[in-house]
């Protein structure tokens, strides 16, 4: 989902998850005593009494995540952030203390917002008391407060993405480098150990995991309904890059079960395999596919263990239903959230489309400009298309094939952003 509304971007105190905490909890912040492996200073502090005592240095770890929202819904990744904090106190240099946190605030202010990648900065002040765990209700106690200010940039990560085609031949199970379609590309089939995720598609349909096996330069079909003879089959190989060039992982999972033709929701207990639905909040970014057409967001709603269709219009009889769960994490394993938006179009008798033919029910945002996003996917009546077939510009999208589509097959080309912060 594109946020369009920054007006108001709140920001909130999390656990490494993104889960919000009341930052008044103990261990909600985290305070280290890191004093004994410093070297520190006293010096003469005057009491309320007017008694001048010595009061010795300590230094404390303070160190958290907050995470930024708008309208409920989470934007960011959760943001570390850690300080050292300096403060005196009349208690002998090795005494163990406590810390309290009693103030939390967390500020932002926009900076820019230029093609959807945030430039913001963020205030954290924290109120936090000190005081020795043996004597608690002693004067010897200090209130201090902890200024932290982080610039949050949002860049968008290198992406390659690499698509094998190739045909289906009866009673053929395995497929090689040497069956590629060269028109299409001359890469063969690359090593999965070595991209981030990928995906099969036989016929348009998107095909999970125990299907296929698949290692580099070879591909095997484990399915026992074959394919109709000369039915497409695709491989998109995504991989996601850092500055330094390290790869992030990234995990998929799928949720299968087939329509009733009668319901609107489907929960675990309908699932096929061993997946079920998992938490939106718990992956990068959901699709959903029926009867292998990729469905716009506002067609339906994911919760944990729910999958509820928002449209009149109930799935066929029969027809498979498919979530696709895509988990992408930072080389340190840290969840990244994505942002998509699909344009969705019916096919004319033309290779142009413009804005002007977005059916306007799934979105209005347009064809959006390919340069400020990682990828794209397009989508001609369930099939997904080789790169060569089609070019992409902001606002137009242009199919660089000598046959038009069948008029009225969907048309939709996803967009796809993975941020990365500075």
């Known amino acids: 989902m594109w946020f ?5 971007i709140d920001c909130h105190l999390t656990d490494k998850h993104g889960n919000i905490l009341n930052p008044y909890n ?30 010795n240095q300590f230094v404390v770890y303070i160190q958290g995540y907050i995470s930024l929202f708008v309208e409920d819904n989470r934007i960011s990744n959760p943001i570390p952030f850690r300080i050292y904090k300096s403060f005196y106190l009349c208690v002998p240099k090795r005494t163990d203390l406590s810390f309290k946190t009693c103030y939390f605030n967390c500020g932002t202010k926009v900076i820019s917002n230029e093609n959807d990648l945030l430039n913001l900065s963020i205030k954290i002040n924290i109120g936090s008391m000190a005081q020795p765990k043996t004597q608690p209700k002693t004067f010897c106690q200090r209130y201090f407060t902890t200024e932290i200010n982080i610039t949050y940039r949002e860049s968008l990560l290198r992406t390659e ?7 289906y031949e009866e009673d053929k199970k395995e497929y090689t480098n040497e069956d590629e379609i060269p028109e299409y590309g001359n890469r063969g ?5 070595m991209v981030s ?47 330094s060039g390290d790869i992030y992982p990234a995990e998929i999972y799928y949720y299968n079960t087939i329509s009733d033709g009668i319901k609107n929701e489907y929960i675990d207990e309908d699932k096929i395999g061993d997946t079920g639905i998992i938490d939106p909040e718990e992956v990068s970014f959901v699709n959903l596919y029926v009867n292998g057409v990729l469905q716009p967001e506002v067609n339906y709603t994911v919760q944990k263990g729910l999958l509820s269709f928002q449209t009149s219009d109930i799935p066929p009889k029969d027809v498979p239903i498919t979530l696709e769960f895509i988990k992408i994490r930072r080389p340190n394993g840290q969840l990244v959230k994505a942002k998509t938006y699909t344009f969705n179009a019916l096919a004319h008798e033309s290779n142009i489309y413009t804005n002007q033919d ?21 989508f001609i009546n369930a099939v997904l298309q080789p790169f060569v077939n089609y070019s992409v510009e902001k606002g137009l999208l242009t199919l660089n094939t000598d046959d038009l589509p069948l008029k009225d097959s969907p048309v939709s080309l996803q967009f796809i952003s993975i941020t990365s912060l500075y």
């Open 161 to 167: 993405v690499y698509q094998y085609n190739t045909l």
């Open 26 to 55: 103990p261990m909600a912040i985290s305070y280290s005593d890191v004093t004994r492996f410093l070297k520190t200073r006293s010096k003469r502090i005057r009491l309320p009494s007017g008694k001048y005592v010595r009061a």
């Open 197 to 243: 995720f990928f995906n099969l598609y036989i016929n348009g349909v998107v095909q999970p995991r125990e299907n296929y096996d698949i290692e580099q330069g070879k591909l095997t079909l484990n399915i026992v309904d074959a394919p109709v003879e000369n039915a497409p089959i695709l491989i998109r190989f995504v991989t996601f890059r850092d500055s």
């Open 189 to 193: 089939i690359l090593d999965p150990e």
């Open 4 to 8: 369009t509304n920054l007006s108001k």
């Open 358 to 378: 977005e059916l306007i029910i799934y979105g209005d945002q347009g064809i959006l400009d390919p340069k400020y996003t990682s990828y794209n996917n397009l």
